[in-house]
């Protein structure tokens, strides 16, 4: 079974750091491009970042580009974000997917 598991959504200071996980399992990770998407309140959802197999040539969308770093770990089967510099507009639902299978989603609250 396809399972792609989100963590590491907080509450959070504006200007502050927060890294967000992603497990995966039932496909080949390892040859996967995985991303992170967001879901902002009364917007749609947002294409935050892309990373390929090998890790090489990134994605970032224009709003977190220069913030947010994705990583991954074939090994563990996880794909991280971190998230720099945080701001109120980065206050969503982020999810992680293959592209076919999405988690639940991990709530990140950026207030003071």
């Known amino acids: 079974q396809v399972r792609v598991v989100e963590s590491g959504g907080a509450l959070a200071q504006p200007g502050g750091p927060l890294k967000l996980s992603c497990v995966a399992s039932?496909?080949?990770?390892?040859?996967?491009?995985m991303i992170w998407a967001r879901r902002v309140p009364g917007q749609g959802l947002e294409l935050v970042s892309t990373?390929?197999?090998?890790?090489?040539?990134?994605y970032y969308s224009d709003s977190v580009k220069g913030r947010f770093t994705i990583s991954r770990d074939n090994a563990k089967k996880t794909v991280y974000l971190q998230m720099n510099s945080l701001k109120p507009e980065d206050t969503g639902l982020y999810y992680c997917?293959?592209?076919?299978?999405w988690g639940q989603g991990t709530q990140v609250t950026v207030s003071s």
């Open positions: 997917t293959n592209g076919w299978s």
């Open positions: 039932g496909f080949t990770f390892s040859r996967a491009t």
């Open positions: 990373i390929t197999p090998d890790s090489n040539d990134p």
